[in-house]
């Protein structure tokens, strides 16, 4: 028979490795990326910087805010994104505007020489993660011709679903609703360049 103190000592040996081994879970770092297709429509020459974007406070954190009924979210420790979703949101916008657009002259930062014909700037009000449902996004942006202060301004409300319960088809969706909004956004600096001709011409 093992003695009391030998199996106590056991015992807390055992509990001990048990929590070490659940502190240590690795965490899964998830990104947003771009998934914009080309137009097809003639390449756009103007420059456009992206940003401010502005989240919303509930969501604005590392880890993923996952929804779970109508009135409750978890907070997913062990999920997270890979960097500030502010900053990631402006990029992949960026990134998409390239494609949409045919133009490389998309930033999120000044850039030495860099002179933007447009500013865009997005405030998202809702960025909602449903797993194995959808991914929501609805957001406000301004596409703003910076040398006259003129401005466009739209509303692009999305709904993108997920196939399975994986956290990263649920960030690929976030990124096809963001596809969705740049795709707005371009449409709206087209629709400015555009009117900036027919000016010119008359």
Same mark, same amino acid.
């Given at each position: 028979?093992?003695?009391?103190?030998?199996?106590?000592?056991?015992?807390?040996?055992?509990?001990?490795?048990?929590?070490?081994?659940?502190?240590?879970?690795?965490?899964?770092?998830?990104?947003?990326?771009?998934?914009?297709?080309?137009?097809?429509?003639?390449?756009?020459?103007?420059?456009?910087?992206?940003?401010? $974007?502005?989240?919303?406070?509930?969501?604005?954190?590392?880890?993923?805010?996952?929804?779970?009924?109508?009135?409750?979210?978890?907070?997913? +420790?062990?999920?997270?994104?890979?960097?500030?979703?502010?900053?990631?949101?402006?990029?992949? $916008?960026?990134?998409?505007?390239?494609?949409?657009?045919?133009?490389? +002259? $998309?930033?999120?930062?000044?850039?030495?020489?860099?002179?933007?014909?447009?500013?865009v700037t997005i405030e998202v009000q809702r960025f909602e993660s449903l797993?194995?449902?959808a991914a929501v996004l609805d957001a406000v942006w301004t596409v703003r011709?910076?040398?006259?202060?003129?401005?466009?301004?739209?509303?692009? =409300?999305?709904?993108?679903?997920?196939?399975?319960?994986?956290?990263?088809?649920?960030?690929?969706?976030?990124?096809?609703?963001?596809?969705?909004? =740049?795709?707005?956004?371009?449409?709206?600096?087209?629709?400015? +360049?555009?009117?900036?001709?027919?000016?010119?011409?008359?």
């Amino acid at each position: 028979m093992i003695p009391a103190r030998i199996a106590i000592h056991c015992a807390l040996a055992a509990l001990l490795l048990t929590a070490a081994g659940c502190a240590s879970a690795p965490s899964k770092f998830y990104d947003l990326t771009s998934t914009a297709t080309a137009s097809g429509q003639a390449p756009v020459s103007a420059s456009v910087m992206v940003g401010p $974007v502005t989240i919303p406070a509930a969501v604005d954190q590392p880890q993923m805010v996952v929804q779970v009924a109508d009135n409750q979210v978890v907070v997913d +420790e062990f999920n997270r994104w890979d960097a500030p979703l502010s900053d990631s949101i402006a990029r992949v $916008v960026a990134d998409d505007l390239a494609v949409q657009l045919g133009s490389p +002259e $998309v930033a999120t930062v000044a850039l030495a020489n860099f002179n933007p014909a447009y500013r865009v700037t997005i405030e998202v009000q809702r960025f909602e993660s449903l797993q194995g449902q959808a991914a929501v996004l609805d957001a406000v942006w301004t596409v703003r011709k910076t040398s006259t202060g003129e401005a466009r301004s739209g509303r692009t =409300s999305t709904r993108q679903t997920v196939s399975g319960q994986n956290f990263d088809q649920l960030a690929a969706a976030h990124s096809r609703a963001l596809a969705t909004l =740049s795709s707005d956004v371009a449409t709206a600096i087209r629709a400015e +360049e555009e009117a900036g001709s027919a000016k010119q011409t008359e």
